[in-house]
């Protein structure tokens, strides 16, 4: 079955620093991943995702993410962090089946808090 | 705005009090997902829909039931509230080649 790791709970920056969030999947195939953003009282919204080809995708908000097929790994990065950055960021990883549709499979997130 | 809506955003009941929770997409996705999210455990699958007229189990699917009326709404029903079913659900939905999931804003529920 697939698993996704999101192996910190929380992750404590100031603000312009940079930042990286870690992601670790496990299964055979390549999978589809994602990365969400939860604010507080919010549904999740999308930063980016990958499916396939360039591993160094771009999402919004300034985000990045690298898929590392030998190291199972999607982490996500963000050069300067700013305060209304502090969230709760998610990593889920899917597989597509015969019918078009797919289940992710979410971490645990990792909740950001941003130093001024 | 385009998007998913659930109603309602906030529940109370006693424990063995019934409720239906409602979600509806207005962007013609084919599946339909219900989570629940509950602190340190991420987002759990309850039922999902991969298109209109199936439903199938996912982690959690105890005490809950599912109803996808049509290609828009997707409804969750909890016969008998159970305490343990105090969580925050959100419904999702998603087109056609494994794109992206869009969340509604979430049900807060509480059962006393």
């Known amino acids: 079955a697939q698993s996704v790791t999101q192996p910190d709970i929380h992750i404590t920056v100031s603000e312009g620093a940079s930042l990286e969030l870690r992601c670790n999947y496990s299964?055979?195939?390549?999978?589809?991943l994602f990365w969400y953003v939860q604010s507080p009282g919010q549904g999740l919204q999308l930063l980016l995702k990958y499916f396939s080809g360039d591993t160094l995708v771009q999402g919004i908000k300034g985000f990045e993410a690298e898929f590392k097929r030998s190291q199972s790994s999607f982490n996500l990065r963000k050069p300067s962090v700013h305060w209304s950055d502090a969230a709760e960021y998610f990593c889920?990883?899917?597989?597509?089946?015969?019918?078009?549709?797919?289940?992710?499979?979410f971490g645990r997130g990792t909740s950001l808090i941003v130093h001024p | 705005n385009a998007g998913v809506t659930q109603t309602p955003k906030f529940q109370v009941l006693k424990t063995g009090q019934s409720m239906t929770l409602q979600c509806a997409q207005d962007?013609?996705?084919?599946?339909m997902y219900w989570y629940r999210q509950d602190p340190g455990m991420g987002l759990r699958l309850i039922y999902y829909?991969?298109?209109?007229?199936?439903?199938d189990k996912g982690e959690v699917p105890n005490g809950y039931n599912v109803s996808r009326l049509n290609k828009r709404e997707f409804s969750l029903r909890l016969e008998s509230a159970a305490p343990s079913q105090t969580s925050v659900y959100f419904c999702?939905?998603?087109?056609?080649?494994?794109?992206?999931?869009?969340f509604g804003d979430g049900t807060r529920l509480s059962i006393l």
């Open positions: 299964y055979g195939a390549t999978p589809y």
């Open positions: 999702a939905s998603s087109g056609q080649n494994n794109q992206p999931q869009h």
């Open positions: 962007m013609n996705h084919n599946s």
């Open positions: 829909s991969a298109s209109e007229g199936t439903t």
């Open positions: 889920a990883v899917a597989y597509g089946s015969s019918g078009g549709s797919y289940i992710p499979t």
